[in-house]
C-alpha cells in the first residue's frame, strides 16, 4: 500500500470518530500514513472496545491521539487545539478535518404521546451538527495549525432535501451544515483550504439505527441502490482519503454522492 502521507508531518483532526463513518475513515488515513487525533464523547463502559479501536490505527507506526470530551464546549476545544500546538510542534500541520459528529434529537413534529420537537431541540441539533464544523474550523484557522493545502471534509445525507418522519432537526443541520461548506469553500479559499460535504448513502451505523424506522430506510435503500446494497462506512472513508489526495485540489465547496448510485433512482 502506498503511504503517500508519511513523512509529510500530515494530521487528521476526526471529529466524532470513535465509530462509524469517522473511525473508518481515521483507519483509512492513518494506513496512508497520516497522523490521527480524535475527539469523541463516550462513556467509560465503552473504553474497552473503543481501545482496541484505537490500537489498530496505533498499529499503523503513525502518531496518534484522541480525547473524551465534549467537542462543544468552547474550553475543551481549546484545551485541545493548545495541546495540538505542543504536539505538531513546528513541522506538524492539519491537512483534513472531518466532522463526523451525530448530536440530534429524533423526535417527531405531531405526536399525542410522545414529546415533540421544540425549538431549543432545533437549536441543539443544528448547534451540534452544523455550526460546530464552523466554530471549529475557525479556532484551527486562528491557531495557525492548518497546511497550506488543507481539506475539511462532512458529512451530510439525502434528508438534505427529503423529508423523513422523526428527522426534521436533523434535516435543519444538514441542510446548514452544507451551506456553511459552501461558505467556507468560498471564504476560506483564499488560504488554501478546501471544503466539502459527502452525502454518504444508507450506511448501517448506530446512529441510523437511532431513527424510528430505520429497518425500512434500509430496505428501501436495498431496493433502489444500483447495487442492490447498503453503502459502508468504508466507502465513505475510500472518499475522505482521495478528497485529501494532492490530486483533488480542485474538489471544492461540493456536495458529493458516495452511495453507490442510491440517489439517482
Not at 13 to 29: H, M, N, Q
Not at 173 to 179: D, F, G, N, S, Y
Not at 191 to 196: E, H, M, V, Y
Not at 221 to 230: E, I, Q
Amino acid at each position: 500500500m502506498v503511504k503517500e502521507f508519511q513523512d509529510k508531518n500530515y494530521w487528521a483532526l476526526i471529529l466524532g470518530g470513535s465509530s462509524g463513518l469517522g473511525l473508518a475513515t481515521a483507519k483509512k488515513l492513518a494506513q496512508h500514513g497520516m497522523n490521527i487525533c480524535i475527539v469523541h464523547r463516550n462513556s467509560r463502559t465503552q473504553d474497552q472496545a473503543i481501545n482496541a479501536e484505537f490500537d489498530k490505527i496505533k498499529a499503523e507506526g503513525i502518531q496518534f491521539k484522541s480525547y473524551n470530551v465534549d467537542a462543544f464546549k468552547i474550553e475543551k476545544r481549546d484545551e485541545i487545539i493548545l495541546k495540538l500546538k505542543t504536539i505538531l510542534g513546528t513541522e506538524g500541520t492539519i491537512r483534513t478535518l472531518v466532522h463526523s459528529v451525530a448530536k440530534g434529537n429524533l423526535k417527531p413534529m405531531l405526536d399525542d404521546d410522545k414529546p415533540t420537537l421544540k425549538s431549543d431541540d432545533f437549536s441543539l441539533t443544528i448547534n451540534a451538527m452544523a455550526i460546530s464544523l464552523y466554530d471549529w474550523t475557525k479556532a484551527v484557522f486562528e491557531a495557525q495549525l492548518f497546511a497550506k493545502d488543507t481539506r475539511i471534509i462532512s458529512f451530510t445525507s439525502e434528508g438534505n432535501t427529503k423529508a423523513w418522519k422523526n428527522y426534521a432537526a436533523v434535516s435543519a443541520a444538514k441542510v446548514t451544515l452544507e451551506a456553511i461548506t459552501r461558505n467556507m469553500a468560498l471564504e476560506f479559499a483564499p488560504f488554501g483550504i478546501r471544503a466539502n460535504c459527502i452525502q454518504a448513502g444508507v450506511t448501517d451505523t448506530a446512529s441510523l439505527r437511532m431513527i424510528p424506522g430505520s429497518d425500512q430506510i434500509k430496505a428501501h435503500s436495498l431496493r433502489r441502490n444500483p447495487f442492490k446494497r447498503l453503502t459502508q462506512p468504508e466507502d465513505v472513508a475510500n472518499a475522505v482519503y482521495l478528497l485529501s489526495k494532492d490530486e483533488a485540489g480542485w474538489i471544492n465547496g461540493c456536495v458529493i454522492p458516495v452511495d453507490g448510485g442510491e440517489h439517482i433512482s
